[in-house]
């Protein structure tokens, strides 16, 4: 059994989406007309019985959510370039003295010189996936990267290469 994913219309109140994980457990998001959010974990004898319960406001909905895309997003990536298919992913930090800092990623042409993908930036508590070459770099922005293994270190010695 995979996951399932269940949407009930509770008419006044609002929308609940239950997840049905493949050991069987069933957690909740009711989503309230008003605007509230709670995460409802579920009895396992009694998928009807909320054991218990959480409310979220605005800010902790988008974190936790972020939170989970971001891990899942990363797990992926990780998964891709464990190497097995010649594929490796890296996780370089841009140089405070790059002479890339404060340029766009197009500017680095990294991907033309390395023939390496950068699919995220991560910048503080941000993830920037599938970043665009407009995308200016900043002091600390970390970047996944995925190619073969001389690309990838080829691309570390292109972020280090130092402003003239």
């Not at 957690?27 to 009807?48: H, I, K, Q, T």
């Not at 959510?65 to 841009?94: K, P, V």
Request: net charge negative; aromatic share 4%.
């Amino acid at each position: 059994m995979g996951v399932r994913i269940e949407k009930i219309d509770l008419p006044g109140v609002g929308i609940r989406h239950d997840m049905v994980t493949k050991h069987g457990r069933h957690v909740g998001v009711l989503n309230y007309r008003d605007g509230r959010r709670e995460l409802a974990f579920y009895d396992p004898e009694d998928p009807d019985t909320v054991l218990h319960f959480i409310e979220l406001d605005d800010d902790e909905s988008d974190a936790l959510s972020d939170l989970l895309g971001h891990t899942s997003l990363l797990s992926q990536i990780n998964d891709l370039g464990s190497g097995a298919l010649g594929l490796y992913t890296d996780q370089l930090i841009l140089p405070t003295d790059s002479r890339y800092l404060d340029h766009t990623l197009g500017e680095t042409q990294a991907r033309t010189k390395t023939g390496v993908s950068i699919v995220a930036i991560l910048r503080g508590d941000k993830v920037i996936p599938s970043p665009e070459p407009s995308e200016i770099l900043r002091q600390d922005d970390i970047f996944v990267a995925v190619g073969t293994r001389t690309g990838l270190e080829k691309l570390e010695a292109l972020l280090a290469h130092t402003a003239v």
